[in-house]
Each structure stands twice: as structure tokens, then as C-alpha cells.
């Protein structure tokens, strides 16, 4: 399984190496983050940008070094399902644990959403990880002799998670229930969970404290971002997230993943595998509860195909359907070289795909926005940057030469939302000049509270055969105040 793992991330890193991605503008603000690690960001608790501050003191800031620990934490929870899947078989045979632990991981490292994820840096792969080896040590410790130092490691994998993203309360929530629900588990509940729980939120305090120094921004964003406050019942929101996970997980998986979750509800289902399905369905109902009540990214949900992975592992080999997983298996693989080796090859042949069709448009373009920018520094080279939107401003820090650290967000209303607008402040009086980059091609609003400003022309960065970014850049002096 390591030999299987290990050449499957050899490959996803060789590609980045030869077909770089331009880093969207959420990578770029994690890599900005990474240059001053701290206790918490805005919007994100802080291991994200702890994971680059680490690849890029190792191996330099291009592109490459700051997506790599998405790839390796994605090889890491492989394994550790592995683990978890050979230890899973009731009756105890290893031949048939090893054969649960071979497909959990493989499902894993070829699940559609992992094979974009591992070339995209986020906090959902540290997150995952931390998830796999706290459950790991949760079922270790509900086995007979199972020590106190499984359930102190749990604590120690869920605030790492924790500190990844706040997901990883629905871990500890997950544990309550499927401790309660299991009349053998019950004792452990009170015994040895809040040992798990304690631990947690013990490594999580750094990043409370950091949060009451910054006016809790990182939960009110947290908060923010399920957007309760409006329509409270959207059918519609519900059936495309459902519909999303198809695509998240893999629709034959997912079949089987209901039938599985089915199975663990029977009279004569394992205790150890009811275990492992409360660490699923859980986070799918909170998830699928959200998308109904406002909206819901797809995913919200991943956390819960970490458990998914090994009980549908788990179900297949009991009832000889290998064939099938190696299919899908297959499948996933043939879907996963498609998306990354089509766009180049086609691209080598002349041929350039409609962007609609581009799985990489979204990252396409920042680089040569970068250069052209570049190019208005070097004209105008004591002027900062001003910028209206976070992610163009992000990727303008990371794609201008050099690193253009003299940034600052427009926030007329004074009020932080965002990482730049709680740590840059436009102030007047500076006589300061400033290279204003916008998609608008008249944002007289902004003009207005400026001396003097003068055009600098239109940026077109193209992303496709029949698609561009276009941006306007204004050189403006004299900074009068927001109001």
C-alpha cells in the first residue's frame, strides 16, 4: 500500500513540477500568511499557513513549494485508512483487514475530490489528515485494553485539526454520539472522551486567545460564512448539494456508502463499524441541514468520507464485490489523468479548450496580470498598490517582482472583512502615490477622494480561447480620506 500511495503522489507532484498552476487568490493569501506565521488569520485557523511556512523555507515560494503539503497530507490520510481498515475486520483475519485497509486507502487517494485537492493548497487536506488519525486512535482506545494514551493522542489529532479548521468540532460531536448510541462504548463517554475533548481545546486556546485580540474574526467569519440570516428553506440549495457529493466522493461509491450506512443500523451490525458510521452521517446531515437552511460549498461534507471510505471498504470485500471497487478504482484514476492531462496535451497540440470546458480556469491568468503590473511599478516606482478585491489583491502580493508587500485593500466603510482590511490602512495626508488596479473601468467613487489621478490603461489577461480578465490600472495622488 505504501509503494501504491507513494507512486500515486509521485505523479501528482511530478505533474505540478511540469504543468505549474497559477495560484488562485485563497492559495496566494495562505502563502501571505505564511510569511508571518501566527496564531490565527481572519478567516482561517492557522495550520494552513504553519504547513507553507515549513515547504517554503524548504524548498523556495514558487508555485510547487506551496502546493505540496496538500498532495502529502492527502498520501498521509491514505495510509493512515489503511491502518484503519485492517483493524476493522470483526472476525479478526488479516488477510481479509488487509484487503478492507488496500481499498479504503485506494478509494481515498483516487476519490475525485482528492485528486483536485491534492494539487490545491487548502485547509481541508491538514484537516483530513488530523481527522484519519483521530478516529484511528478513538477506535484503538474503545478496544479492550485500549489505554488513556489513545484517547490523550485523539485529543492531540483533533486540536491539530482544530487548528486546521473548525470542521473538526463535528469530530468530538461525532465521538459523543457514537459513544452514546453504543451501549458497550456508553462508560467511555464520561470516562475517557473529555480527556479527548480536553486536550482539543487545550491546543485550540492559542487561537481563542489570538480571536480576543482580533475581535473574534476568524468565528465571526466562521459564523458569516453559513449565512443563516436570509431565506431559511432552499429546496433547491439541498438537492445540488446532495447532488454535489456524487461528484465529491464518486457516484458508485456513494451508492455504496448508503447501503453501507444502512447495514450499520442492522441488529447484527459490528459495534466497531456503528462506531465508524457515527463519524459519518453526522457531518452529512449537518451539511445537507446548512445547504436547506441558507448554502453549503461541497466540500463542507468531506470530513465525513474520511469514516465513508473505510465502511465502504468494509461492505465490499465482505460480499466479494472487489471487481466492482477495482472498476471504480480505474475509473477514478482514467477521470483523474483526463482532468490534468488534457488541457496541456491539447494545449501542445494546438488546440486550446473552451474555458467552459477547462477544469483549470480559475487559476489561469493571475501570473500574466502579475507581469503586467510588474511593469507599472517599474514605472512608477514609488507608488504602493491599491486594490478593491481581496483576491486580485492577494495575487498581485504573490505574481508582482518583487513580492509587492506595499499593498493596501480600498475599505471606504471602515468595517474588516477580510485578512487585508483588518492588517493595511489607507490614511490621508501621506502624499503617497498609488497604482490603483480595478475591473472597473470607471470607479469614480474611489477617483474622487483622490487629488489627482491619471489612467494607465487596460489589462487584458486571457484564461481561454474565448474568455479574459480584463482590469483597468489608474495612477492616483493625494489621498483625501474615505470621506
Given at each position: ?186 462508560p467511555l463517554l464520561w470516562r475517557r472522551l ?290
Amino acid at each position: 500500500m505504501l509503494a501504491t500511495v507513494g507512486v500515486l503522489t509521485a505523479l501528482r507532484l511530478a505533474w505540478l513540477a511540469a504543468v505549474p498552476l497559477d495560484l488562485y487568490g485563497d492559495e496566494a493569501q495562505y502563502w501571505i500568511w505564511a510569511r508571518e506565521p501566527a496564531f490565527g488569520y481572519y478567516s482561517k485557523p492557522p495550520l494552513v499557513a504553519w504547513a507553507i511556512a515549513l515547504s517554503t523555507a524548504l524548498f523556495g515560494d514558487g508555485e510547487f513549494a506551496v502546493k505540496l503539503p496538500s498532495a502529502l497530507f492527502h498520501a498521509g490520510t491514505a495510509l493512515v485508512l489503511y491502518r484503519i481498515g485492517r483493524d476493522l475486520d470483526p472476525d479478526g483475519s488479516p488477510a481479509r483487514g488487509a484487503a478492507i485497509g488496500f481499498w479504503a486507502a485506494a478509494l481515498w487517494a483516487t476519490m475525485p475530490a482528492v485528486s483536485l485537492s491534492a494539487l490545491i493548497i487548502s485547509t481541508d487536506p491538514p484537516l483530513l489528515l488530523f481527522w484519519a488519525l483521530a478516529l484511528h486512535a478513538i477506535l484503538r482506545g474503545v478496544r479492550p485494553g485500549g489505554g488513556l494514551g489513545w484517547w490523550a493522542a485523539a485529543g492531540l489529532w483533533a486540536g491539530l485539526g482544530l487548528l486546521s479548521k473548525y470542521a473538526m468540532g463535528y469530530f468530538l460531536l461525532s465521538a459523543a454520539i457514537g459513544l452514546a448510541l453504543a451501549p458497550a462504548f456508553r462508560p467511555l463517554l464520561w470516562r475517557r472522551l473529555p480527556v479527548t475533548a480536553g486536550i482539543a481545546l487545550l491546543l485550540l486556546l492559542p487561537n481563542v486567545l489570538w480571536n480576543l485580540a482580533n475581535g473574534f474574526a476568524t468565528f465571526r467569519h466562521t459564523g458569516d460564512n453559513a449565512n443563516l440570516g436570509g431565506r431559511l428553506f432552499n429546496p433547491g440549495e439541498l438537492l445540488e448539494f446532495a447532488a454535489a457529493q456524487f461528484a465529491v466522493f464518486g457516484p458508485v461509491p456513494m451508492v455504496l456508502l448508503l447501503l453501507a450506512l444502512a447495514a450499520s443500523r442492522g441488529r447484527g451490525a459490528d459495534a466497531g463499524r456503528r462506531l465508524v458510521a457515527a463519524f459519518v452521517w453526522p457531518t452529512l446531515a449537518i451539511a445537507l441541514a446548512i445547504a436547506f437552511l441558507s448554502r453549503a460549498h461541497a466540500n463542507w461534507a468531506a470530513p465525513a468520507y474520511v469514516g465513508a471510505t473505510v465502511l465502504v471498504a468494509a461492505w465490499a470485500v465482505e460480499r466479494g464485490w472487489r471487481r466492482l471497487l477495482g472498476w471504480t478504482v480505474a475509473a477514478h484514476l482514467l477521470l483523474a489523468a483526463t482532468v490534468m492531462a488534457a488541457p496541456p496535451l491539447l494545449r501542445h497540440a494546438g488546440y486550446e479548450l473552451p474555458s467552459r470546458f477547462d477544469p483549470w480556469r480559475r487559476v489561469r491568468g493571475w501570473s500574466d496580470l502579475g507581469r503586467a503590473v510588474t511593469e507599472l511599478r517599474r514605472q512608477h516606482p514609488q507608488a504602493g498598490l491599491l486594490v478593491e478585491s481581496r483576491l486580485t489583491l492577494a495575487s498581485l502580493v504573490y505574481y508582482v517582482r518583487p513580492f509587492a508587500f506595499d499593498v493596501v485593500k480600498w475599505n471606504p466603510d471602515g468595517v474588516a472583512s477580510d485578512h487585508f482590511e483588518l492588517t493595511t490602512r489607507l490614511e490621508p495626508g501621506t502624499g503617497r502615490g498609488f497604482v490603483l488596479v480595478t475591473a472597473r473601468p470607471d470607479p469614480a467613487d474611489i477617483l474622487s477622494r483622490f487629488e489627482r489621478w491619471q489612467p494607465l490603461g487596460e489589462i487584458v489577461t486571457p484564461i481561454g480561447p474565448d474568455r479574459d480578465r480584463r482590469y483597468h490600472a489608474f495612477l492616483a495622488e493625494g489621498f483625501r480620506g474615505y470621506r
